[in-house]
């Protein structure tokens, strides 16, 4: 199995690699300067599990085999400085013994716990990609009119081309327009397309610099049709000129079609206004905010936090774990998703992400 490693705690503390090394440093002199009978080699317990913020596998080995190599050496130079004490002597080895044997546990079982650490992500992938594919199942009458729109300009152009290339006297210039035409119809059904199997795939979350205001207008071209199939007014107020937060796209972009997906539900069977509202910009202490509002149902006081735990729903046929995978992908890339009532009557869902370093 793979390690892989615990990224945030290294990148955020930069010093820790010293500091770990630091505290080994200390337990050793500690060690080597107390009585041969008296060895506090335990401590290198905590070298590990420091080491095991920032290393894995191999490393982490080669780190717990250098504590005890220290561990030898502090009860050797104890022996030496020490009165000859054949008690004190056997005390001594049987104490360092048990110091060698807690090291190298303590070092098995911080592996144990990395590996365990990534199946739980692994596990987590696979569930937000079957929700994706859920989800993503229910939109495909929406995803066909997207597909269709570009297909039909392709053909109309198509025919148009003909026609204006079949007289006697051919219009070049009105057949070189058509086929520019085609052309542009046939890049947007290829971008489209990619779009979907985007969602779809599944693979390793991969972060890279992404617009979110972007990615916000991308999915809601996917889910314009799903909401105009039930009369609801879109606006989006997505503000230009962003900072790019370093995020998996396909991952967040999948928080975006769930709260969009909620809003349009919400609204399906209200009477009167419908209308939904989707707004990116930069908060005032630095993070990337993206709301989604409706004018739906709304949502009771005890719901705003309830809606995020596993298997809770309000829909007939919900599985009650879209709301829950989003917020742990949000959370998973440092930012937070929640939820409250909109002015307007209905709910508004909101997420932020810190900006990524330039």
Same mark, same amino acid.
Request: hydrophobic share 50%.
């Given at each position: 199995?793979?390690?892989?490693?615990?990224?945030?705690?290294?990148?955020?503390?930069?010093?820790?690699?010293?500091?770990?090394?630091?505290?080994?440093?200390?337990?050793?002199?500690? &060690?080597?300067? /107390?009585?041969?009978?008296?060895?506090?080699? =335990?401590?290198? +317990? *905590?070298? %590990?599990?420091?080491?095991? !913020?920032?290393?894995?596998?191999?490393?982490?080995?080669?780190?717990?085999?250098?504590?005890?190599?220290?561990?030898?050496?502090?009860?050797?130079?104890?022996?030496?400085?020490?009165?000859?004490? &054949?008690?004190? /002597?056997?005390?001594?080895?049987?104490?360092? =013994?048990?110091? +060698? *044997?807690? %090291?190298?546990?303590?070092? !098995?079982?911080?592996?144990?716990?990395?590996?365990?650490?990534?199946?739980?992500?692994?596990?987590?992938?696979?569930?937000?990609?079957?929700?994706?594919?859920?989800?993503?199942?229910?939109?495909?009458?929406?995803?066909?009119?997207?597909?269709?729109?570009?297909?039909?300009?392709?053909?109309?152009?198509?025919?148009?081309?003909?026609?204006?290339?079949?007289?006697?006297?051919?219009?070049?210039?009105?057949?070189?327009?058509?086929?520019?035409?085609?052309?542009?119809?046939?890049?947007?059904?290829?971008?489209?397309?990619?779009?979907?199997?985007?969602?779809?795939?599944?693979?390793?979350?991969?972060?890279?610099?992404?617009?979110?205001?972007?990615?916000?207008?991308?999915?809601?071209?996917?889910?314009?049709?799903?909401?105009?199939?039930?009369?609801?007014?879109?606006?989006?107020?997505?503000?230009?000129?962003?900072?790019?937060?370093?995020?998996?796209?396909?991952?967040?972009?999948?928080?975006?079609?769930?709260?969009?997906?909620?809003?349009?539900?919400?609204?399906?069977?209200?009477?009167?206004?419908?209308?939904?509202?989707?707004?990116?910009?930069?908060?005032?202490?630095?993070?990337?905010?993206?709301?989604?509002?409706?004018?739906?149902?709304?949502?009771?006081?005890?719901?705003?936090?309830?809606?995020?735990?596993?298997?809770?729903?309000?829909?007939?046929?919900?599985?009650?774990?879209?709301?829950?995978?989003?917020?742990?992908?949000?959370?998973?890339?440092?930012?937070?998703?929640?939820?409250?009532?909109?002015?307007?009557?209905?709910?508004?869902?909101?997420?932020?992400?810190?900006?990524?370093?330039?």
């Amino acid at each position: 199995m793979t390690d892989q490693p615990l990224a945030p705690a290294s990148r955020r503390l930069p010093i820790f690699p010293f500091v770990t090394a630091l505290t080994a440093l200390a337990v050793f002199v500690a &060690d080597a300067l /107390t009585p041969a009978d008296c060895v506090v080699a =335990g401590l290198y +317990v *905590v070298v %590990i599990l420091m080491a095991g !913020q920032f290393l894995g596998g191999r490393p982490l080995w080669l780190a717990a085999l250098a504590c005890i190599g220290l561990t030898v050496l502090a009860q050797f130079l104890a022996q030496r400085s020490g009165l000859k004490n &054949d008690e004190a /002597t056997y005390v001594g080895a049987f104490n360092t =013994g048990v110091c +060698v *044997v807690t %090291i190298a546990l303590s070092c !098995q079982l911080v592996l144990r716990g990395r590996a365990a650490q990534a199946d739980l992500r692994r596990a987590q992938a696979d569930l937000a990609h079957v929700s994706r594919v859920t989800t993503m199942g229910e939109l495909t009458a929406s995803i066909a009119h997207e597909v269709n729109q570009p297909i039909a300009g392709v053909m109309t152009n198509a025919g148009a081309l003909l026609r204006w290339i079949a007289g006697d006297a051919p219009n070049l210039e009105k057949a070189r327009e058509a086929a520019t035409r085609i052309v542009r119809d046939g890049e947007r059904a290829s971008q489209i397309v990619g779009r979907i199997r985007q969602i779809f795939v599944k693979g390793e979350p991969e972060r890279a610099p992404v617009n979110l205001s972007q990615l916000a207008r991308e999915t809601m071209d996917l889910l314009n049709h799903e909401a105009a199939r039930y009369a609801i007014t879109v606006q989006t107020e997505l503000a230009a000129n962003l900072p790019l937060v370093l995020a998996d796209r396909v991952q967040v972009q999948q928080v975006m079609v769930n709260l969009i997906v909620n809003a349009i539900d919400a609204m399906k069977a209200v009477p009167g206004t419908r209308e939904l509202v989707l707004t990116s910009r930069r908060s005032e202490d630095g993070q990337i905010w993206v709301s989604v509002s409706d004018t739906g149902v709304g949502l009771a006081p005890q719901q705003a936090e309830q809606m995020f735990d596993a298997f809770y729903t309000t829909k007939p046929h919900g599985t009650g774990m879209g709301l829950s995978i989003s917020r742990s992908i949000i959370e998973a890339h440092h930012g937070r998703l929640w939820a409250g009532p909109n002015e307007a009557g209905g709910a508004v869902f909101l997420f932020s992400l810190p900006v990524s370093a330039p």
